[in-house]
């Protein structure tokens, strides 16, 4: 039988060392506080990522914590590129929205009308169902790095099988964005790839965004860790269509950019009537491409994105005017039996804390971790 002292004071070294807890100056300016608390998630919990918190129209903090490679020891720089994974969907949504201001379709449209190969069951799904993920439509239609092209992937989509009637239920879709994507094409002539380069990426000024596979220089290096296996995008080709990433993942940022672009769409980029739409909640606490929840703070309104090395995270209380950005290139999602038993997401945990930690004024508390739940 073991010793129950050593036992008892292995317990209480290990409650010592997982249970350390900030200490954060609160005489200090907020940026320094927020700096100070970034930090110890750095150096005492592994903390990988870019951050961006504004109040109103001042950029509070902008900053690299951890390491961008692990290979090369390369640390986190501000102008990092970095996986966004479905936050690629507001973009998709802002795009789709960007047509209906130009007259080109309604949200009220049956997809239908402009596929008509697609099956009865199919065909009177509208694109408001699609975009709120109501169309009934599969979670998944391929694997991520299936290489299609746009006829094999509407081929895929027209063989799924549908999980709920189009309209019953909400049911998270990538599939669904996927040929929101698609729809995109059909109605410009365009590929999903130049329209949101031309029509979005461009008129916003998103200069350091695109795609898997983009070829970025200088100081926009990028990497990212899947269950701590490095992700090696330069073999991605930003040209194919890349099975179930398409229009619901893809897409590479830096917070820099994802601020601007938060800046524009709840700007002028869009008709105010189509920017409302995006952010109403039709029941589901999700709008058109953006998470939309009540919480003891006010109104959220908020997206996350696992990419294929990376975690995502952009939100805001539009009441409090406060905007948390943060990307990171590390993701962990285990499975057993096909069921999620171990999940982190670092920048959606960080994020979330971070806003409360904000609201509240205690930087105490430390971000809870997402499967199994515990604390940092």
């Not at 986190?76 to 690629?88: F, K």
């Not at 999903?192 to 220089?217: C, E, H, I, W």
């Not at 179930?244 to 105010?272: H, K």
């Amino acid at each position: 039988m073991k010793n129950p002292r050593w036992y008892l004071r292995w317990l209480i070294f290990l409650c010592l060392f997982s249970c350390e807890k900030p200490t954060i100056d609160a005489s200090l300016p907020l940026t320094q506080q927020l700096d100070q608390y970034l930090t110890f998630l750095q150096d005492k919990k592994q903390f990988h990522a870019v951050v961006l918190i504004a109040k109103g129209q001042d950029v509070l903090l902008q900053k690299g914590y951890g390491l961008a490679s692990d290979e090369t020891k390369r640390s986190m720089q501000r102008q990092t590129v970095l996986d966004i994974g479905s936050v690629t969907k507001q973009f998709t949504a802002a795009g789709i929205m960007r047509l209906v201001d130009l007259k080109k379709l309604t949200v009220e449209d049956k997809v239908g009308q402009y596929f008509p190969e697609l099956p009865a069951d199919k065909a009177a799904i509208t694109v408001h169902q699609l975009l709120t993920h109501r169309s009934g439509l599969p979670s998944d239609f391929a694997e991520d790095l299936d290489k299609l092209t746009p006829t094999a992937a509407l081929h895929h989509i027209v063989m799924a099988k549908l999980v709920a009637k189009p309209g019953e239920k909400y049911a998270y879709s990538n599939t669904g964005y996927a040929l929101l994507g698609l729809l995109i094409e059909r109605l410009t002539g365009q590929t999903y790839f130049q329209f949101m380069r031309r029509s979005v990426f461009a008129p916003t000024k998103l200069n350091s965004t695109g795609f898997y596979g983009d070829d970025y220089k200088g100081d926009l290096y990028f990497t990212g860790y899947f269950n701590q296996t490095r992700t090696n995008y330069s073999q991605l080709d930003s040209s194919v269509y890349y099975g179930n990433t398409l229009a619901n993942g893809g897409i590479l940022s830096t917070v820099g950019d994802m601020y601007t672009w938060f800046q524009a769409i709840t700007g002028t980029f869009l008709s105010s009537d189509s920017r409302n739409k995006l952010f109403t909640d039709y029941g589901d606490e999700y709008g058109y491409g953006w998470s939309v929840s009540q919480t003891r703070h006010g109104t959220f309104i908020n997206h996350n994105g696992g990419g294929l090395g990376g975690n995502a995270f952009v939100g805001f209380y539009p009441d409090q005017q406060l905007t948390v950005i943060i990307l990171s290139n590390r993701i962990e999602y285990r499975t057993l039996f096909g069921v999620p038993v171990s999940v982190s997401l670092p920048a959606d945990e960080a994020a979330k804390q971070v806003l409360d930690n904000l609201l509240d004024g205690n930087f105490s508390r430390l971000p809870n971790r997402t499967l199994p739940p515990s604390q940092w």
